[in-house]
């Protein structure tokens, strides 16, 4: 192995902080079993102390060690979805200090795709807490360059791994008391294919007083420029004549507007690919000084929903 990959273990052995890649976004990766280092995270990140972190693992097996009362159901997800974008809510055991889960008695786990981070946790002793890479309430990273633009050399390392191939959150998947499975955020895994597994599932209820997950606040992944989120791209651009305008559309480009201040999602009409590209999108129509960014609707199908979902969060006042 690399150098550099040296350097992140000794750097996690030693309760520092690094970026890692993930297949969704990057993360903010440190020791999960230790306070200290966990309650780094939650300062680089300003993130507040009520918004518990995901406990990323390498396999299975590791699952026992972390939580309790697993349902057989959550052990058919992990065997269907895992390394991928599906984090599981469980019971959790005491060996997970109660920074991690905000005080909650439950933790979040997931094993990520990506093989460099998936190197790295088999080679620990310990799983990673690690959060988006991003301040809190901010743009998701997906590139390593987005990581060191908001943390510089805040950070001990960034383990670069490209870009993330999902490029949304993973899908969070919780029980009730009769351990059917519950949406708390949507992500790159749909709601159908989870559905194939378990049955129709229920999507808990958005609180903003007590978010069951940060993904629910009702602003959040926004851009530091006013946005907002249309069904009719048109009437809207209308609306906003004389106005230094970006777009984040879709598949097709607008005539009327400079081209530099358009951002396609996905030409073919793909909504993976759309999925893949969109916050490095927003970051660079963050960038470009624009009075206001309008967010085109995507169909309202399969990832569709879900991109919908961010990018209405990111527009809400
Ligand atoms: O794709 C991902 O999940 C990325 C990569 C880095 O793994 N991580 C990520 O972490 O999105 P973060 O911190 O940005 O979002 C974690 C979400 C939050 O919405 C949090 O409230 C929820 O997980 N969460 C964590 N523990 C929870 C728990 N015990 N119960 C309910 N929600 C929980
Ligand atoms: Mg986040």
């Known amino acids: 192995m690399s150098k550099i990959f040296d350097r992140a273990i000794s750097e996690l052995k030693n309760g520092g902080i690094i970026a890692i890649p993930t297949e969704t976004v990057y993360g903010l990766g440190g020791n999960a079993l230790s306070e200290a280092a966990v309650k780094k995270i939650f300062d680089l990140k300003k993130r507040p102390l009520y918004n518990p972190l995901i406990v990323h693992i390498a396999s299975v097996n590791e699952l026992e060690k972390l939580a309790k009362s697993i349902p057989d159901v959550a052990y058919?997800?992990?065997?269907?979805?895992?390394?991928?974008?599906?984090?599981?809510?469980?019971?959790?055991?005491?060996?997970?200090?109660?920074?991690?889960?905000?005080?909650?008695?439950?933790?979040?786990?997931?094993?990520?795709?990506?093989?460099?981070?998936?190197?790295?946790?088999?080679?620990?002793?310990?799983?990673?807490?690690?959060?988006?890479?991003?301040?809190?309430?901010?743009?998701?990273?997906?590139?390593?360059?987005?990581?060191?633009?908001?943390?510089?050399?805040?950070?001990?390392?960034?383990?670069?791994?490209?870009?993330?191939?999902?490029?949304?959150?993973?899908t969070i998947v919780g029980f009730d008391k009769a351990e059917n499975p519950v949406i708390f955020r949507q992500g790159a895994i749909t709601a159908e294919e989870i559905e194939k597994v378990t049955g129709k599932l229920r999507?808990?209820?958005?609180?903003?007083?007590?978010?069951?997950?940060?993904?629910?606040?009702?602003?959040?992944?926004?851009?530091?420029?006013?946005?907002?989120?249309?069904?009719?791209?048109?009437?809207?651009?209308?609306?906003?004549?004389?106005?230094?305008?970006?777009?984040?559309?879709?598949q097709y480009p607008l005539e009327d507007l400079p081209l530099d201040h358009q951002e396609i999602l996905s030409k073919s009409g793909d909504l993976k690919v759309a999925a893949k590209n969109v916050y490095a999108a927003m970051h660079r129509l963050d960038q470009k000084n624009l009075d206001i960014i309008v967010f085109e609707q995507l169909p309202e199908k399969g990832l569709g929903i879900t991109i919908n979902d961010k990018l209405r969060r990111a527009a809400k006042d």
């Open 76 to 170: 058919k997800l992990a065997n269907t979805f895992w390394p991928g974008p599906l984090t599981l809510i469980l019971k959790k055991k005491k060996i997970i200090p109660s920074i991690v889960t905000a005080g909650l008695d439950t933790v979040a786990v997931r094993i990520p795709d990506h093989k460099l981070t998936l190197e790295l946790l088999k080679k620990l002793p310990f799983p990673l807490a690690a959060p988006s890479a991003n301040p809190f309430g901010s743009i998701s990273p997906t590139k390593p360059y987005h990581v060191l633009k908001y943390f510089g050399n805040q950070l001990n390392l960034i383990l670069d791994g490209g870009e993330c191939q999902r490029g949304i959150e993973s």
């Open 203 to 250: 999507f808990s209820i958005h609180d903003n007083q007590r978010p069951k997950a940060p993904g629910m606040l009702s602003r959040h992944y926004s851009p530091n420029t006013k946005s907002c989120f249309t069904n009719n791209i048109k009437t809207t651009l209308e609306s906003l004549k004389g106005k230094k305008v970006g777009t984040l559309l879709f």
